[in-house]
């Protein structure tokens, strides 16, 4: 049965103002702008701009709330983060549909991600009970010392969001930070704040005044969460262009920082891949259906030359028949548009630079012209697209471009081709397709990313942890490391003498 979606106007938040403290409120300023529907690139509404000092009330109450939080068990923990995930569940259509109309990805797309961020909530719960530390020896007689170490909450914690999956990040990131037993302050995306405002809505009385807020803003509401004094962790899922600001604007506090950022991932094919397993992994892998915008995205793909034209007109046929841009909020449409005009335009710019430095069109490569003359025409679509014979000094073959756009790689030589592989800045995923165990170790071994898939692509597995190396990141989310990172370590030495 296809899903049913509730009509536009509940799925809006009703509120378009702060959320900090239990309760809504204006913003000191009185800054409002306009948020947009990408698909037709009209606005759908004005939101609520936090200032800097916005942030310093909400922090403040959010430091006050971590007080009581911290001390609440392990059941009242649990209760409230297990009723957020039934909430989430009971609402993934109306989530759904608030995310598809503000961020340009299909509404059917969107449907899973309730269910991510409910089954994070539900994780993190049943982890609290790892929260334990450990007695150690020490240098002395065992009956001169007893020392131990406990995991205690770090206190209030900022969350910035990335514009493709907004209530899906805030909903599964906001659990380890509560469950762990501090105070969030989370912030959407700029472009498209709206789901994240219906899920301040949702929650709203699921946890105490202040142990959840939502405070939409641009970089003034960032820099100002990030420098504050009172927060003491600060994380973004986002570019590594703002992962390097952020780790600045922290520095001041020596505030550490857990950066979720963007990749450049390989896809490797050799000879012996299972064909149709492979054809399928390079068509999803790219995530066509919301353009792209993922940072797992497998935007490389390196195809043994044997395989290479065999592969490449089977993907293009898949994409055509599979992929048609429309309306995000219609059930039927099957590939989104880009979040926002800033986000068009630079793709485009992409597809600019790989015709001026010699790659060859293969497919797509422009706005897709059925959307001229229709309401969409001011959305901002871009065609699935794909470049051959790309070459490692290219921009297309190093930048993440976070749009629709692949770049076909032939190899014949195994070391030349991991070279080519490992030479960008990022290190998030990659993926292998092989038939062969042994080649598959020997890749997996010198890919440099920090999750890597073998004749897979796109999953993620909660309990599995998720995370870069280089510039795609530190830390490791998804997992128990994720927990633990909201905690610090105390050492406890008692003289028993
Ligand atoms: N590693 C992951 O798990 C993961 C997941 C999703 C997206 N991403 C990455 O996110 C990027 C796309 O998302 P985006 O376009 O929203 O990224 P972005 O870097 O433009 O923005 C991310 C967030 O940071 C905030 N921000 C911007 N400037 C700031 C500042 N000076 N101080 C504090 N906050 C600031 C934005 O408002 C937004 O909430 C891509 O690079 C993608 O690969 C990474």
Redesign the pocket.
């Known amino acids: 049965m296809p899903p049913i979606f509730p009509p536009l106007e509940q799925a809006l938040p009703s509120h378009h103002d702060l959320f900090y403290n239990g309760a809504w409120r204006k913003p000191l300023a009185s800054t409002y702008n306009d948020t947009l529907n990408p698909s037709t690139g009209k606005p759908i509404t004005r939101v609520a701009q936090a200032s800097a000092s916005d942030v310093d009330a909400a922090v403040e109450a959010a430091h006050e709330a971590f007080l009581s939080w911290r001390k609440t068990t392990i059941a009242e923990r649990q209760a409230c983060l297990h009723r957020a995930g039934a909430i989430l569940r009971e609402h993934a259509g109306e989530l759904a549909l608030a995310d598809a109309v503000n961020t340009g990805n299909p509404v059917t797309e969107m449907l899973v991600d309730a269910n991510r961020a409910a089954n994070s909530l539900d994780y993190f719960a049943g982890l609290i009970p790892m929260l334990r530390g450990e007695t150690l020896p020490g240098p002395f007689p065992a009956d001169a010392y007893l020392h131990y170490t406990v995991r205690e909450p770090i206190g209030v914690v900022a969350r910035?969001?990335?514009?493709?999956?907004p209530f899906m990040?805030a909903g599964s990131r906001m659990a380890s930070v509560i469950a762990a037993g501090n105070t969030v302050v989370v912030?959407?995306?700029?472009?498209a704040p709206l789901s994240c405002l219906r899920l301040a809505e949702l929650l709203d009385g699921v946890f105490p005044p202040g142990v959840l807020n939502i405070l939409p803003g641009?970089?003034e509401c960032?820099?100002a969460?990030?420098t504050h004094p009172l927060v003491k962790k600060v994380t973004?899922?986002?570019?590594?262009?703002?992962g390097k600001?952020?780790q600045r604007?922290a520095a001041d506090t020596l505030k550490p920082t857990l950066l979720?950022?963007?990749?450049k991932n390989a896809l490797i094919a050799f000879p012996d891949a299972n064909i149709d397993q492979l054809v399928q992994g390079v068509v999803n892998g790219m995530n066509f259906a919301w353009a792209g915008?993922?940072?797992g995205s497998l935007s490389r793909v390196f195809l043994h030359k044997s395989i290479h034209d065999e592969v490449l007109d089977r993907v293009v046929q898949i994409i055509q028949h599979k992929y048609r841009p429309g309306l995000s909020t219609d059930p039927a449409t099957t590939m989104g548009s880009l979040?926002s005009k800033v986000?068009q335009d630079r793709v485009l710019d992409y597809i600019a630079s790989a015709h001026a430095e010699g790659a060859k069109l293969f497919h797509g490569g422009g706005k897709p012209a059925e959307l001229a003359e229709t309401e969409l025409a001011g959305g901002f679509f871009v065609q699935p697209t794909i470049f051959t014979d790309v070459l490692p000094h290219m921009r297309i073959a190093r930048e993440?471009i976070?749009g629709p756009v692949m770049s076909v790689f032939p190899w014949t030589d195994e070391s030349e081709m991991l070279r080519i592989v490992n030479s960008t800045s990022y290190g998030?995923t990659g993926s292998i397709f092989t038939r062969d165990l042994a080649t598959a170790q020997r890749m997996i071994s010198q890919v440099e990313a920090g999750f890597v898939w073998v004749n897979e692509v796109g999953k993620h597995f909660l309990n599995v942890p998720?995370?870069?190396v280089k510039e795609?990141?530190n830390g490791r989310?998804e997992c128990l490391d994720e927990l633990l990172a909201f905690t610090a370590v105390k050492s406890v030495n008692i003289k028993l003498q």
């Open positions: 910035f969001m990335a514009s493709n999956h990040f912030k959407p995306p700029d472009q641009g970089p960032g820099q969460l990030a973004l899922i986002g570019s590594v262009a703002t600001v952020i604007e979720e950022l963007g990749g915008q993922s940072c979040v986000a993440e976070f998030l998720f995370g870069g795609s990141g989310d």
